[in-house]
């Protein structure tokens, strides 16, 4: 009999990360964890396989914590998962429209559904997370308050949707990495390619921009470079930085080569399979 896959998420069953990991691994256990420290530490313990965690979103921008949690948690990026965002707005059953006086669900899902929310004239409240809020507005019986979350999350806790796929923007899309303790690099022409690395420059003069260099010289596509502080110091910054390709392909390497010349730190995150879903996106851009 097989081992059946643990995957830690942040959040409470019937969240986003719980239907990514329902899609992407369906024979999998999906295991809530409050905070994305706990899910991180559970992945480092052993205690979960892998990580199912957002990072970033077509409307919201960056998932902001972990791009300070994932570097400094030792684990490395084996997969990724697009997920478009469907919300849903819902209460306890028997509720009507005219009911509802607020609204609660997390910041991100308040901010991605604002028309609803203006439309209805009701006052938004921030919640830890989308099925979270499902839970509780389901255990207080309240009928002026609503919550925005998933299909799934009204299924698990009994409630009725009131207004279907309330989001503002239809490409609403949230993009997941999947964690774990072991480095495991897809094989170099596998197919599409996602390398990711996080790097500091050294304190020389244009450092960013030569380093940074080498990746147009080779012909190297790069799809995101994110910045942000370390430990809170101003002068202190580190990059997360995802590009096309395999390290062991002859154009990257070289790139990466340069890039280590002109940095103090670099490390290698995750080399993996690109979703079907920048294929697609592509696609749309170019026509």
């Known amino acids: 009999m097989s081992k059946i896959v643990k995957i830690a998420f942040q959040g409470e069953p019937g969240a986003n990360s719980h ?10 256990e999906a295991v809530p964890h409050a905070t994305f420290e706990d899910a991180l530490g ?24 972990i791009h300070h949690l994932l570097p ?28 509802i006086r607020s609204v ?19 006052r938004p409240i921030v919640a830890a997370d ?14 002026s308050v609503a919550a925005i979350a998933s299909r799934l999350a009204a299924e698990i806790y009994g409630l009725d949707i009131l207004a279907e796929d309330v989001e ?9 990495v999947v964690l774990a303790r072991q480095e495991k690099w897809a ?12 790097f500091r420059v050294r304190n020389l003069p244009a450092a960013l921009y030569k380093a940074l260099g080498g990746f147009a010289t080779n012909g190297v596509n790069m799809t995101k470079l994110e910045s942000y502080m370390v430990d809170g110091n101003f002068f ?24 280590k010349f002109f940095s103090r730190e670099f490390r290698i995150v995750g080399v993996y399979p690109g979703h079907p879903f920048r294929a697609t996106f592509s696609e749309k851009m170019d026509g």
């Open 187 to 198: 094989e170099a022409a596998s197919g599409p390619l996602v390398t990711t690395f996080v």
């Open 236 to 259: 202190a910054t580190q990059f997360y930085a995802d590009v096309d390709g395999h390290p062991n392909d002859k154009g990257l390497a070289f790139a990466l080569e340069e890039l």
């Open 130 to 143: 989308t099925a979270g809020s499902a839970r509780d507005i389901a255990a207080r019986r309240d009928k």
């Open 19 to 28: 239907i990514a990991i329902s899609e992407a691994y369906p024979a999998a």
């Open 104 to 122: 609660e669900s997390h910041v991100h899902a308040l901010g991605q559904c604002r028309r609803i929310i203006r439309k209805l004239g009701i």
């Open 168 to 176: 503002d923007e239809a490409h609403n899309t949230t993009r997941f």
């Open 42 to 65: 559970a992945i480092s313990s052993g205690e979960a396989d892998l990580g199912m965690i957002p990072i970033e979103n077509s409307v919201a921008g960056r998932v902001a914590d």
């Open 72 to 99: 400094a948690s030792g684990l490395f990026i084996v997969g990724e998962w697009f997920l478009p965002v469907r919300h849903q707005l819902m209460a306890v059953r028997g509720t009507e429209l005219a009911d």
